[in-house]
T-cell receptor
Framework: DSGVTQTPKHLITATGQRVTLRCSPR?????VYWYQQSLDQGLQFLIQ???????AKGNILERFSAQQFPDLHSELNLSSLELGDSALYFC????????????FGPGTRLTVL | DAKTTQPNSMESNEEEPVHLPCNHS???????IHWYRQLPSQGPEYVIH???SNVNNRMASLAIAEDRKSSTLILHRATLRDAAVYYC?????????FGKGTKLSVKP
């Protein structure tokens, strides 16, 4: 158990819909990261937040957005969903950022029908 | 993006040492070398990381070449639980760029 929690564990929805994935980082960690893992693309870094501020952006689509709240939990919002958005979404946290070890949550499996 | 090259798959026997190689010829001076692994149906798990010197922890050892263009993750005694995909990653500005990794199979 990494100490990072993600909800929900599974999510099934239809194309065109919008969903929100939630992540609670380890106690004391200020950075939160979001990753997408699909069969054909592997693990892709999406975005990082540090203490409420966006710190780095990876391959995140414009239809996707994220935020980190004052209590440091984070949400990833996915809208206008397409079949290709079906994937595992992982959240990770670290104390600061930079070269810190990242601790990953168990993931949310999103299925878009 | 900083790129690493790893074999697609490797096999090992239980209780024998395993050496997982990684090439990273485009590494820059400030890039840390990270290793993570992902067991089936789980999120990635930190294994070890280093900058220049060899590193040891309870899970593994990391041997870094003198020119830093390659490194080797060493599992001293493989167990069935070590069967996973192992990722060698160059950490640049805190972001981990995962490649395809090496799928390690451990035979009893």
């Amino acid at each position: 158990d990494s100490g990072v929690t993600q909800t929900p564990k599974h999510l099934i929805t239809a194309t065109g819909q919008r969903v929100t994935l939630r992540c609670s980082p380890r106690s004391g960690d200020l950075s939160v990261y979001w990753y997408q893992q699909s069969l054909d693309q592997g693990l892709q870094f999406l975005i990082q937040y540090y203490n409420g501020e966006e710190r780095a952006k990876g391959n995140i689509l414009e239809r996707f957005s994220a935020q980190q709240f004052p209590d440091l939990h984070s949400e990833l919002n996915l809208s206008s969903l397409e079949l290709g958005d079906s994937a595992l979404y992982f959240c990770a946290s670290s104390v600061w950022g930079s070269t810190d070890t990242q601790y990953f949550g168990p993931g949310t499996r999103l299925t878009v029908l | 993006d900083a790129k690493t090259t790893q074999p697609n798959s490797m096999e090992s026997n239980e209780e024998e040492p395993v050496h997982l190689p990684c090439n990273h010829s485009t590494i820059s001076g400030t890039d840390y070398i990270h290793w993570y692994r992902q067991l089936p149906s789980q999120g990635p798990e930190y294994v070890i990381h280093g900058l220049t010197s060899n590193v040891n922890n309870r899970m593994a050892s990391l041997a870094i070449a003198e020119d830093r263009k390659s490194s080797t993750l060493i599992l001293h005694r493989a167990t069935l639980r070590d069967a996973a995909v192992y990722y060698c990653i160059l950490g640049r500005q805190g972001n981990l760029i995962f490649g395809k990794g090496t799928k390690l199979s451990v035979k009893p």
